[in-house]
C-alpha cells in the first residue's frame, strides 16, 4: 500500500497536542496544500486564516467550547470565499453579482471546494507526522467570530483546522460497513437492518474503548437529538445574512 | 517532500483517459479511502454510487455534457446522504426528524462532509497512479439523474469522479497568490490589486498555454457569467424537493 493509502488509512482525530508550535515551514506546506486542491471552474472559492493572537484562539476555544483550539500548535480557520470576485465587478456590474452569487448553488459550490482544500491541508499534516481535527464547532462562536474575523460578504467561516504534535493515539472508530454507503448504478434503499448492525458494533465500539466509555449507537446519538426542536433557524439567518440568500 | 505531499502538489485535473477499466481492486481502495475521512460527530452523511451501467453513464455523460464520463476507467457519484438517519427513526419520530434535516446547517454539514471523502477518493486515485477529474457539472442532468439513482430524500448528487489510466499531462494552472487566500488573525479585505495581478497571470496561463489557448482573465471569466440572468433557481427548488429546505 502507498504512503498516501496509508497516510488515509491510518487517520485519527487528534484533540491533545504537545505544547510545541508549527515551524513555518509546516504553517505554508499546510497551505500550499489546501491552495492544490481543485475547485469547480478554478473558481477558488476558499480563505484560509491562521489564528496567532492568544486572546483570539482563547475567545474562539470559549464561545466554541473546543479547548483544543487553544492547545493545538497551530490553529487554522477554513471560509468559503466569493468576496474576491465582489472586488472584480465594476461598481455597476455588482448588485447583479451579488444577487447571482446568492443562489444555494454557489453556496453549495463554496463549501464543496473550500472542504476539499480543508482535507488536503487535513492530510498534509496527517503525512508530517503531526495530528489534527477537524472543527465544525466554530458555529458556535458566531456571530461574534464573524466580526472578530472582520469577514466581509461571502465570507463564511466552515470549520476549524487544530493541528499540532499529537499527544494521544486513539482508537478508529469503525465506519459504516461500505455496502451501506457504496452503491452500483442505483441506491440501495434497503439499508435498514445494515443500519442496525453498523449501531450494535458502534455500541460495542463506544463501550469497550479505553477512554470516555458510554452506551450509545450511532444513529441513537442522532436521532435523539433530532427528534427535539433544534435552535438552527438562526445560522440560516446568518448564512443569508452574508449575502447567500440561497433562493 | 513526502509522498503526500508530493502527490497534492502534482495534481492536474485529468479528462482523457486510456481505454482500460479499474481494477476491482483499484475501486474497493478508492471507496475504502473516502469512507476514512472525517465527518461532523461520525456522521457519514455520503454515499457513492458507482456507475458501470455503460447505457446509464452515456446518458450521464450526455445529459451534463461531460463526454469523459463515458471514457474514464471507473465513474462515481458522491451524494450528501442523510436517509440512513430517517430510516433510524421510528415512524413517530420521522416527521420532527425530517423537519430538523430541512435546515440548511445540516445540507451544509453534508456537503462539507462529501466533500471531504470525495477529495480522499481523489488523492487515493492518484496515488494509485491513475488520473481523475471532480465534475460539479453533473447537476446539469437534473432531475433525470435523480430519477435513474433512485435517490430518496436528502440524498443529492453533488459530484461525479471520474478515475482512469491518464492519457494526458496537462500543465498546472497558476494558483491564487497564498496572500490572497490565507490571512493572519483578520481577513485581509484590501485585495483588489492582488486580484487584477493574478488576473494578468491568468491571462497569460491561458495564451501560452499547448491546448484550447484563449484569451481569458481569472475573474473576467466568471464577472460575465455573473453579470446575466442566472437561471438558477431550479436548482434551489430540486434542493427543497430532496427534504433540505434550506429554513
Chains 1, 2 share one sequence.
Not at 458510554?214 to 445560522?235: A, T
Amino acid at each position: 500500500m502507498n504512503e498516501v493509502l496509508q497516510v488515509i488509512r491510518q487517520h485519527r482525530s487528534i484533540r491533545k497536542f504537545k505544547n510545541i508550535p508549527l515551524t513555518g515551514e509546516q504553517i505554508e506546506a499546510i497551505v500550499d496544500a489546501a491552495q492544490m486542491a481543485p475547485t469547480s471552474a478554478h473558481l477558488q472559492p476558499f480563505s484560509m486564516i491562521g489564528i496567532t493572537d492568544r486572546e483570539l484562539r482563547k475567545k474562539i476555544a470559549v464561545h466554541s467550547n473546543n479547548p483544543w483550539i487553544e492547545e493545538c500548535g497551530y490553529f487554522y480557520i477554513f471560509c468559503t470565499d466569493l468576496h474576491r470576485l465582489m472586488l472584480a465587478a465594476n461598481p455597476d456590474q455588482q448588485e447583479k453579482v451579488s444577487s447571482n452569487l446568492g443562489y444555494s448553488y454557489f453556496y453549495q459550490t463554496a463549501v464543496l471546494s473550500a472542504a476539499l482544500a480543508l482535507q488536503n491541508a487535513n492530510l498534509a499534516a496527517e503525512s508530517m507526522g503531526l495530528g489534527a481535527v477537524i472543527i465544525g464547532g466554530i458555529n458556535e462562536a458566531l456571530p461574534a467570530l464573524d466580526e472578530w474575523l472582520d469577514l466581509p460578504d461571502f465570507v463564511i467561516p466552515l470549520a476549524g483546522l487544530a493541528v499540532g504534535v499529537p499527544d494521544e493515539f486513539p482508537e478508529q472508530k469503525p465506519r459504516l460497513p461500505r455496502s451501506a454507503v457504496f452503491f452500483e448504478n442505483q441506491y440501495n434503499r434497503d439499508l435498514k437492518s445494515q443500519v442496525e448492525q453498523y449501531d450494535r458494533e458502534v455500541e460495542e465500539y463506544y463501550s469497550a474503548r479505553t477512554n470516555n466509555k458510554r452506551k450509545v449507537s450511532w444513529s441513537g446519538k442522532f436521532i435523539s437529538m433530532l427528534e427535539k426542536d433544534l435552535p438552527l433557524s438562526g445560522y440560516t439567518e446568518y448564512v443569508k445574512s452574508k449575502g447567500f440568500d440561497l433562493k
